[in-house]
């Protein structure tokens, strides 16, 4: 299948196996439907020779124009990834003599569940379409798949199977992104007034990622501050959207990352473009934002939720660009604040609720008063931020009846569901707590597990230390008025 105009033939090796960089005039551009130019391939096969993976024919050419078999891709995937050693086992193939070179590649990928081997063949002088390419590259990079498929964007959109140029050049940029414990920061830069787009040298370990060790890594001066974990975005190879408190217009800030010097930026005075304010419950508010208007949650745009989120997930390029529109991100809601003052009255700061900023489909953080306070009915309200523009911020309140519980089951001695009359998707049961009371009067509490909605029913895990009691008898009521004065009762087995 000639995709290329020349083959690489006679290109032979360095003495030390591709010690020195292959010539850009060595490679030519595909025909056909792939759009990977000549020097894209010729940096690839010269970056995994000089790593040792990618090794050509007896008579020195790499044949980049070629299909890839499945021997050969297994070797190559074993040794991009680091795959050999793992303690995997894998009975014999049928097909497969063990004595072969390709052997403990192909026992070592099938284990892991890297590449199928059905009814006991590897069928090694197979090849690969491009689908099956990005899903091998996605579960031995333990990646999003809709990264990868970015990255294979430029190979061949035909049906017809994958070259090894093509498989060179995808497994040459899924090794750039391997995560490492010694990232360093290449450049920072602030996109909004909570928001930093960081990149790396390469990706954080998850260890790296986790919010209490990113805390001690990253040091901002001018009192900034981290106010949830760095998110790899979707496509990227090592770019980060990384949420901090509310930056100071111009003024200079200074990063530190693991106590070396990271660069320097001067505070956003850009806000997000919120659409609207509206009551969502009787404490309760909420602020829209639309991807009509070129603001997207970070939630669609991340490689941790893109699986999560379905067609909904997309990719932004470098200048946060996709289908031609620029888009502001919202970067992680966690420990926002907002204002919101009844007319004629004093102002209250509102809290986020957690896990509330893009569920159901929708772009719509929520907001609580403080504890005891409601929106009183015909009173006029209006949001303020020193975060977000909202274009309409004010709104009349009203008075919301209650869902009601009417069911509770337990699920653990530490764990119970909770059911309501009605689905209260994601504003009602978020941050909310429920009472357990025994027939002496012994009370315990349990408070709502998040993202463990399903419909109308709710799991709510009880305080750290409590247990329920088997053959005990409790009657479940709301902590609050979040759901009326109803109540339910659970009989523990």
């Known amino acids: 299948m000639n995709k290329h105009a020349n083959k690489l033939a006679g290109l032979m090796l360095a003495a030390a196996l591709g010690t020195a960089a292959l010539p850009f005039s060595a490679v030519h551009a595909a025909a056909g439907s792939s759009t990977l130019e000549a020097g894209d391939i010729s940096q690839a096969v010269s970056q995994l020779s000089q790593l040792h993976i990618m090794q050509g024919y007896e008579d020195g050419s790499f044949a980049v124009d070629q299909p890839v078999t499945r021997a050969e891709l297994a070797k190559l995937l074993a040794l991009t990834f680091s795959l050999q050693g793992t303690d995997q086992t894998q009975e014999g193939f049928t097909d497969v003599n063990p004595q072969a070179w390709f052997s403990k590649y192909a026992a070592e990928v099938a284990a892991q569940g890297i590449m199928e081997a059905n009814d006991g063949r590897f069928e090694p002088r197979g090849t690969v379409s491009k689908e099956e390419l990005v899903q091998m590259v996605t579960k031995a990079l333990k990646r999003d798949a809709k990264s990868v498929e970015f990255w294979a964007g430029h190979l061949d959109t035909g049906s017809g199977p994958v070259t090894r140029g093509e498989a060179a050049y995808l497994l040459n940029t899924a090794h750039r992104a391997i995560p490492s414990d010694h990232a360093n920061i290449t450049s920072v830069r602030s996109l909004n007034a909570i928001t930093l787009i960081v990149t790396f040298d390469a990706p954080l370990t998850a260890d790296n990622e986790a919010f209490t060790k990113a805390k001690e890594d990253f040091a901002f001066t001018g009192g900034l501050t981290l106010t949830n974990l760095p998110r790899l975005k979707t496509g990227s190879i090592a770019t980060y959207i990384v949420p901090t408190s509310v930056q100071q217009p111009n003024t200079q800030y200074s990063l530190t990352y693991r106590g070396a010097d990271a660069g320097t930026f001067a505070g956003n005075a850009d806000k997000l473009n919120m659409t609207e304010a509206r009551q969502v419950a009787n404490d309760t508010f909420e602020l829209e934002s639309l991807q009509a208007n070129g603001v997207v949650d970070y939630g669609y745009v991340i490689s941790a939720y893109s699986a999560g989120r379905g067609a909904d997930a997309f990719v932004l390029d470098e200048n946060n660009r996709a289908n031609g529109m620029t888009y502001q991100i919202i970067s992680s809601g966690q420990a926002r604040e907002v204002t919101i003052t009844p007319e004629g009255g004093q102002p209250m700061v509102a809290k986020y609720v957690p896990f509330t900023q893009s569920t159901d489909g929708r772009q719509e953080p929520k907001f609580r008063l403080p504890e005891g306070k409601t929106l009183t009915p015909g009173v006029t309200y209006t949001v303020t931020s020193d975060w977000a523009q909202i274009e309409r911020p004010s709104f009349v309140a009203q008075g919301i009846a209650p869902l009601a519980i009417v069911g509770a089951e337990a699920v653990s ?47 709510f895990d009880l305080a750290p230390d409590s247990k329920l009691v088997k053959g005990s008898t409790y009657t479940v009521t709301p902590v609050g008025e979040w759901a009326g004065s109803s109540q339910a009762q659970l009989t523990v087995k």
Do not use: N, Q, W
């Not at 707590?433 to 597990?449: C, F, I, N, P, W």
């Open 413 to 459: 001695e530490t764990s119970i569901t909770v059911t309501l009359s009605e689905d209260p998707e994601d504003e009602l049961f978020s941050g909310r707590s429920v009472e357990l009371t025994d027939a002496e009067g012994h009370k315990l509490t349990a408070a709502y597990k998040y993202s463990s909605r399903k419909g109308a029913v709710g799991i």
